[in-house]
């Protein structure tokens, strides 16, 4: 073979090697970062890139992506309360800007050691602020402690060119004594609730059967009342008319010259038969003398001529 086609083969394969030296590909949602000598030189966007064959390097990989790690670690609260929490992170890039990316390809060594400071900053965090809390609280302060971490946080992890997009504290757990009585205190407070509502709905049934009770009885006396009032009545208009028939009839045999006997006597034998017919006893007492009679009818007479003057008007 020819000389000058042995170089020509060597040259080709050497343009191909610098070729293949020169392309870098970047996969998308990732950056790369490189260096000339060990310098910091650019950074690579995702495609297909040149770089200098053999002075520029390829110095660190970086994912721009939306990234989440779950950590778990136990804190002491106030009144020495062991807390054990299981959590997810979810962290990124702040931004893909040259200088956002030069931080975090420079700030640690590797991304491991980013990783464990990450960490170490949010257990860190909620340890601080969970020492300050009672047992008792922490439960019910869930949302405050994950703003607590995120507010501690935030500008620290900016300066390594991220940022903590949402902490999540998926469970959050005590010792099995704790725990134990944390249920005890619960159920409790659950019974005494229970008992105090049984208490209230009975006093408030009772309250309504008295109240009811004594509508009934009012209601009752007041039927009762009205009832007495119209015998009442009726007794005392029976009376009248009984009385203002027997003054007529006196007066109308009066005035044709009968005896008043008569009536008077009329008047006995239907009360007899009248006792006798509708009265339950054995013995009926009446004063059938003429004299008792005549006493009768006056006494009549003269509850008729006070209902007459009554009646008449004022002069």
């Known amino acids: 073979m020819p000389t000058g086609a042995i170089v020509a083969i060597v040259v080709a394969v050497v343009v191909i090697i610098v070729v293949l030296l020169s392309l870098k590909q970047v996969q998308q949602g990732n950056v790369a970062v490189t260096t000339v000598f060990g310098k910091y030189k650019r950074v690579l966007r995702p495609g297909l890139n040149w770089i200098i064959p053999v002075a520029e390097k390829v110095f660190r990989r970086i994912s721009i992506q939306n990234r989440a790690i779950e950590l778990q670690f136990q804190a002491i609260t106030q009144d020495q309360a062991n807390v054990y929490f299981t959590a997810m992170m979810v962290y990124s890039a702040i931004s893909e800007s040259d200088e956002t990316i030069k931080n975090i390809a420079f700030k640690f060594v590797s991304e491991k050691d980013f990783l464990t400071a990450l960490v170490r900053s949010v257990e860190g965090s909620t340890r601080g602020f969970v ?26 992890i900016e300066t390594w060119g991220y940022h903590l997009i949402d902490l999540q504290l998926n469970d959050i757990t005590f010792d099995q004594a704790i725990t134990t009585s944390m249920a005890q205190v619960v159920a409790s407070n ?32 007041e039927a009762e009342r009205t009832a007495a009032q119209l015998r009442g ?80 008007p004022p002069k």
Do not use: Y
């Open 131 to 156: 020492a300050t809390k009672r047992q008792a609280e922490i439960l019910g302060l869930r949302g405050e402690i994950v703003a607590e971490v995120k507010e501690n946080l935030d500008h620290v």
């Open 190 to 221: 659950n019974l005494k609730a229970a008992a105090t509502n049984e208490g209230d709905a009975l006093l408030i049934r009772r309250t309504k059967e008295a109240e009811a009770a004594g509508t009934a009885v009012r209601i009752e006396a």
């Open 233 to 312: 009545q009726g007794v005392a208009l029976f009376r009248e008319e009984v009385a203002r028939g027997l003054a007529q009839a006196a007066r109308e045999l009066d005035n044709n010259a009968v005896d008043s006997s008569l009536i008077l006597f009329s008047m006995w034998t239907e009360s007899i038969r009248h006792m006798a017919e509708n009265g339950k006893g054995n013995v009926l007492f009446l004063d059938g003398s003429p004299e008792g009679m005549q006493k009768q009818m006056q006494d009549l007479m003269a509850l008729q001529q006070l209902r007459v003057v009554q009646e008449q």
